[in-house]
């Protein structure tokens, strides 16, 4: 775990904010290598989704901590301003980032009059990757970590005592960041060959969604850290998991029926 990567001019450079840059140039390349320079409204979407997904990732906590804070006021009160600030405000969350980026890239192609699922289906491929990136940052940083494990696990990591403060030190856990950034990459190269294959008819960005929201589904059981929130049986990703995987279900479906519709029309004109 190297939390901080190195210094320039005696002020400490982070490592998860350098993978960060390294997630979103990556991304970028497999953008432009996947579309090449077709539509001068690539590299416009693709900023405002940055910009977005930037808003989502510190948003979404204090948007699902509101309700926590107003059931228990009475405790909550009590808590300096401070503290209740690093509260709300002290995570970024991966599934706000995500949907702030949609929501950005839906605002950008409804005022540009830009059709939505080709430009969706373009920058999945590049979402995974990034997110692939980010999870690194995470392993090193150590946050996001696993529960604890046996030690001759082959996925066991001891963290030292130079992390952020909320990893167990000197105990094995598993190294869960490294096993979702490597399923991401492989989701990576997978949507990239469908994109290539379908175009942007809607099916790349509907199987991102559907594949990682049931990985991370799965993932969440195998998390140890305890600030995702628990509301019930499932954490707060596990919820919007679920919630995504309906939608892009359901979306693929439509997205099957308009293909196969259309290529029947296309029988019909023959």
């Given at each position: 775990m190297y939390p901080i990567l190195f210094e320039v001019f005696g002020r400490p450079i982070a490592t998860y904010g350098t993978f960060m840059i390294i997630a979103a140039f990556a991304a970028w390349l497999l953008v432009r290598f996947l579309g090449g320079n077709?539509?001068?409204?690539?590299?416009?979407?693709f900023l405002m989704c940055i910009c977005g997904g930037l808003v989502g990732l510190v948003m979404l906590r204090p948007i699902t901590r509101i309700p926590e804070i107003i059931i228990n006021w009475d405790s909550f009160k009590q808590i300096p301003f401070e503290m209740m600030i690093s509260f709300l405000f002290g995570e970024m969350v991966f599934y706000g980032g995500l949907i702030g980026g949609v929501i950005a890239l839906l605002i950008y192609c409804r005022g540009y009059k830009v059709p939505v699922l080709p430009m969706a289906d373009l920058f999945a491929p590049g979402m995974a990757l990034a997110h692939g990136f980010g999870r690194v940052g995470c392993f090193f940083a150590g946050c996001c970590y696993g529960v604890h494990t046996d030690a001759s696990h082959p996925f066991a990591v001891v963290f030292p005592e130079t992390g952020l403060g909320i990893v167990p030190h000197g105990e094995p856990l598993l190294a869960v960041q490294l096993i979702e950034a490597a399923c991401l990459f492989v989701l990576a190269a997978v949507l990239s060959i469908v994109y290539k294959k379908t175009g942007g008819?809607?099916?790349?960005?509907?199987?991102?969604?559907?594949i990682y929201s049931i990985l991370r589904f799965i993932l969440e059981f195998f998390r140890g850290d305890p600030i995702r929130g628990i509301y019930g049986p499932f954490s707060t990703s596990q919820y919007i998991s679920i919630a995504i995987f309906i939608t892009c279900t359901i979306l693929m479906y439509l997205a099957i029926q308009r293909a196969g519709d259309k290529e029947n029309l296309n029988k019909i004109k023959d």
């Open positions: 077709k539509d001068r409204h690539i590299p416009m979407s008819k809607g099916f790349t960005i509907c199987l991102y969604g559907i």
